[in-house]
């Protein structure tokens, strides 16, 4: 049961620094030159072979943009959240109440970094040519592993050995 506990840290772990990595890292979208995430447009100039911060187009909707920046955040702060309270359940609730409330927070963190994905994939870049960047594949691979550590914590919520 230990190695079990100790896997499923570490499985709750990569999906905090997996959110945390999607929501701060630079490249939801990218071109040859350009790289974009929620928070702003990095352009590449060949001249000085560096990365010049602008701001993002006036053309995307404000509230859409605030809506996938919330959602990031809350994803990140539930996720967090969940693992300092896994990590108090797992010391003071008795066998068969301990990862409710770690569950119901790794279900929030998944269901807040999927609204934030979807919206920008719905909103977003609809007639720029580009692709998705690592970072908005990392969100997309955070929601899958924040939900299966969410099955999990129901999971053993039922267990008593």
Known sequence: ???????????????????????????????GFISTDIWGRWTWINGTNQWNYTALPSTYPEDYLQA????????????????????????TLPKGKRFILSGVFQLLACLFIMIAASIYTDIFHKKENGWYGPSFIIAWLAFALTFISCVIYFVLRKKTT
């Open 68 to 91: 996938v920046q919330a959602c990031s955040i809350l994803a990140c702060v539930f996720s967090g959240i969940g693992l300092f309270v896994f990590l108090a359940q797992l010391f």
């Open 1 to 31: 049961m230990l190695i079990l506990l100790g896997g499923i840290f570490l499985l709750h772990i990569a999906t905090v620094v997996l959110l945390l990595a999607a929501t701060i890292e630079n490249a939801w979208w990218t071109t």
